[in-house]
Protein backbone atom coordinates (compact mmCIF):
# COMPACT_ATOMS: atom_id res chain seq x y z
CA UNK A 1 0.00 0.00 0.00
CA UNK A 2 1.39 3.58 -0.89
CA UNK A 3 0.64 6.19 1.16
CA UNK A 4 0.53 10.09 1.04
CA UNK A 5 0.37 12.65 4.28
CA UNK A 6 -0.64 16.02 3.68
CA UNK A 7 -2.23 18.64 6.35
CA UNK A 8 0.96 20.61 7.81
CA UNK A 9 1.47 24.25 7.93
CA UNK A 10 2.65 26.90 10.16
CA UNK A 11 0.26 27.38 13.48
CA UNK A 12 0.48 29.34 16.53
CA UNK A 13 1.32 27.41 19.59
CA UNK A 14 -2.60 26.84 20.97
CA UNK A 15 -3.53 26.45 17.20
CA UNK A 16 -4.88 23.44 15.59
CA UNK A 17 -4.30 21.55 12.53
CA UNK A 18 -5.57 18.22 10.55
CA UNK A 19 -3.18 15.74 8.76
CA UNK A 20 -4.64 13.66 6.52
CA UNK A 21 -3.01 10.14 5.17
CA UNK A 22 -4.39 8.34 1.77
CA UNK A 23 -4.02 5.22 1.04
CA UNK A 24 -3.92 4.10 -2.01
CA UNK A 25 -5.80 1.09 -1.01
CA UNK A 26 -8.29 -0.33 1.49
CA UNK A 27 -5.70 -1.37 4.56
CA UNK A 28 -6.46 -5.05 5.51
CA UNK A 29 -8.21 -5.22 8.59
CA UNK A 30 -5.45 -6.65 10.63
CA UNK A 31 -3.31 -3.47 9.82
CA UNK A 32 -2.58 -0.36 11.99
CA UNK A 33 -1.98 3.04 10.29
CA UNK A 34 0.42 5.16 12.73
CA UNK A 35 1.38 8.85 12.97
CA UNK A 36 5.54 9.57 13.51
CA UNK A 37 7.29 12.50 13.92
CA UNK A 38 10.96 13.36 13.81
CA UNK A 39 12.20 17.22 14.56
CA UNK A 40 15.02 18.56 13.86
CA UNK A 41 18.69 16.40 15.38
CA UNK A 42 15.91 13.39 16.83
CA UNK A 43 14.85 10.25 16.35
CA UNK A 44 11.60 9.40 14.66
CA UNK A 45 8.91 8.77 17.40
CA UNK A 46 5.29 7.27 17.56
CA UNK A 47 2.50 9.72 18.18
CA UNK A 48 -0.28 7.84 17.37
CA UNK A 49 -2.17 4.99 15.45
CA UNK A 50 -5.52 3.02 14.89
CA UNK A 51 -6.08 -0.44 13.93
CA UNK A 52 -8.28 -0.21 10.62
CA UNK A 53 -10.34 -3.19 11.00
CA UNK A 54 -11.64 -2.12 14.29
CA UNK A 55 -10.56 1.49 14.98
CA UNK A 56 -8.84 1.19 18.37
CA UNK A 57 -6.47 3.95 19.03
CA UNK A 58 -3.28 4.70 20.72
CA UNK A 59 -1.45 7.73 21.76
CA UNK A 60 2.02 8.83 23.06
CA UNK A 61 1.48 10.20 26.38
CA UNK A 62 2.80 13.67 25.61
CA UNK A 63 -0.49 13.71 22.87
CA UNK A 64 -2.81 12.15 24.32
CA UNK A 65 -5.37 15.11 25.74
CA UNK A 66 -4.85 16.89 22.96
CA UNK A 67 -4.70 14.63 19.35
CA UNK A 68 -7.19 12.63 18.15
CA UNK A 69 -7.00 9.91 15.35
CA UNK A 70 -9.48 9.02 13.20
CA UNK A 71 -9.71 6.82 9.57
CA UNK A 72 -12.68 7.23 6.97
CA UNK A 73 -12.54 3.49 5.65
CA UNK A 74 -14.66 4.70 2.56
CA UNK A 75 -11.93 6.91 1.74
CA UNK A 76 -8.96 4.78 2.52
CA UNK A 77 -7.87 7.53 4.91
CA UNK A 78 -6.93 8.46 8.64
CA UNK A 79 -6.36 11.81 9.95
CA UNK A 80 -4.55 13.35 12.68
CA UNK A 81 -6.48 16.27 14.34
CA UNK A 82 -3.87 18.25 16.31
CA UNK A 83 -5.49 21.09 19.17
CA UNK A 84 -3.65 22.95 21.53
CA UNK A 85 -0.36 22.44 19.73
CA UNK A 86 2.99 23.60 21.18
CA UNK A 87 6.45 24.09 20.02
CA UNK A 88 7.67 20.91 20.56
CA UNK A 89 5.12 19.53 18.70
CA UNK A 90 7.11 20.86 15.31
CA UNK A 91 8.32 18.25 13.68
CA UNK A 92 8.33 16.64 9.87
CA UNK A 93 5.06 13.71 11.18
CA UNK A 94 4.66 10.58 8.35
CA UNK A 95 2.85 8.09 8.85
CA UNK A 96 3.15 4.81 8.58
CA UNK A 97 1.32 1.37 7.99
CA UNK A 98 2.12 -2.11 9.19
CA UNK A 99 0.92 -5.74 9.69
CA UNK A 100 1.55 -5.79 13.69
CA UNK A 101 0.74 -2.68 15.88
CA UNK A 102 3.81 -1.23 17.16
CA UNK A 103 5.58 1.88 18.32
CA UNK A 104 8.96 1.68 16.64
CA UNK A 105 9.12 2.99 13.43
CA UNK A 106 11.19 0.22 12.56
CA UNK A 107 8.41 -2.35 12.23
CA UNK A 108 6.36 -0.25 10.08
CA UNK A 109 6.93 -1.54 6.18
CA UNK A 110 4.65 1.59 4.29
CA UNK A 111 6.07 4.87 4.82
CA UNK A 112 4.39 7.91 3.39
CA UNK A 113 6.39 11.28 2.34
CA UNK A 114 6.32 13.91 5.46
CA UNK A 115 4.57 17.10 6.10
CA UNK A 116 5.62 19.60 7.89
CA UNK A 117 4.23 20.97 11.01
CA UNK A 118 6.06 24.07 12.39
CA UNK A 119 4.82 26.07 15.63
CA UNK A 120 5.29 29.15 16.04
CA UNK A 121 5.56 30.81 19.89
Known amino acids: VQLQACGGGLVQAGGSLRLACAAS????????VAWFRQAPVKAREFVSA????????YYEDSVRDRFTISKDSAENMVYLQMNSLKPDDAAVYYC???????????????WGQGTLVTVSS
Open 96 to 110: GAVAQYGTRDNVYRY
Open 50 to 57: IRWGSGLR
Open 25 to 32: RRPFSSHV
